[in-house]
């Protein structure tokens, strides 16, 4: 079975700052991760996916997330947050060939000016 | 080109009552599934249907059921409402198939149903 840990339900920066969003999974084969974004009262969209490729990947809006197997992490990261990055973050994994994801909790991301 | 298309986008039910949303998939994309998000929470898997036929179900109760019709739209029922059903549905369609990896699931904006 896969499931997701998001460390921190709740993460605070600055504009400008260094945003980082935790992520670990569990799976027993290898597994596809995604960071899904939801502003107030939208669905969820797609930021970035990992699908067994490189290690490092890239996604909209200037977040990039990397995999890291031994530490089954995969963590979000974007250099420098903006006002309109303020939105619930949410990490999930499936495996290959399935459909069904299975989401963490969510982070809400809060930036203050 | 339209993406996934909920409705309605909102419902206030009362408690014993039925309900059933409505998804229409991206155009070329037969695989729709449904996820639950109460206030606070993940989104969690509800059923997945490919082909009318469902591939995948979740854990909840036969209260909730689900079909697929030719066309790939699809509808959620959910029978003998309680104030716990009271969430978020979202559907998503993707061009999942059998064998196909890689496939991103494109996620609607979601029914917002409130049981009082």
């Known amino acids: 079975a896969q499931s997701v840990t998001q460390l921190g339900s709740h993460v605070s920066v600055s504009e400008g700052a260094l945003v980082l969003l935790r992520c670990n999974y569990s799976?027993?084969?290898?597994?596809?991760l995604f960071w899904y974004v939801q502003y107030p009262n939208q669905g969820l969209q797609l930021l970035l996916k990992?699908?067994?490729?490189?290690?490092l990947v890239k996604g909209i809006n200037g977040f990039e997330a990397e995999f890291k197997k031994s530490e089954t992490s995969f963590h979000l990261t974007k250099p420098s947050a903006h006002m309109s990055d303020a939105a619930e973050y949410f990490c999930?994994?499936?495996?290959?060939?399935?459909?069904?994801?299975?989401f963490g909790q969510g982070t809400r991301l809060t930036i203050n000016p | 080109d339209a993406g996934v298309t909920q409705s309605p986008t909102h419902l206030i039910k009362t408690r014993g009552q039925q309900v059933t949303l409505r998804c229409s998939p991206i155009?070329?994309?037969?695989?729709v599934s449904w996820y639950q998000q109460v206030l606070g929470q993940g989104p969690q898997f509800i059923f997945q249907?490919?082909?009318?036929?469902?591939?995948g179900r979740g854990n909840f109760p036969d209260r909730f059921s689900a079909r697929q019709f030719p066309n790939y739209s699809s509808e959620l029922n959910v029978n003998a409402l309680l104030l716990g059903d009271s969430a978020l549905y979202l559907c998503?369609?993707?061009?999942?198939?059998?064998?196909?990896?890689?496939?991103?699931?494109?996620f609607g904006q979601g029914t917002r149903l409130t049981v009082v």
């Open positions: 998503a369609s993707s061009d999942w198939r059998q064998g196909k990896s890689r496939t991103e699931a494109f």
């Open positions: 799976s027993s084969v290898p597994p596809y």
């Open positions: 990992y699908t067994s490729a490189a290690t």
């Open positions: 999930a994994v499936s495996i290959q060939g399935a459909q069904k994801l299975v």
């Open positions: 155009s070329g994309h037969k695989s």
């Open positions: 249907y490919y082909e009318k036929e469902e591939r």
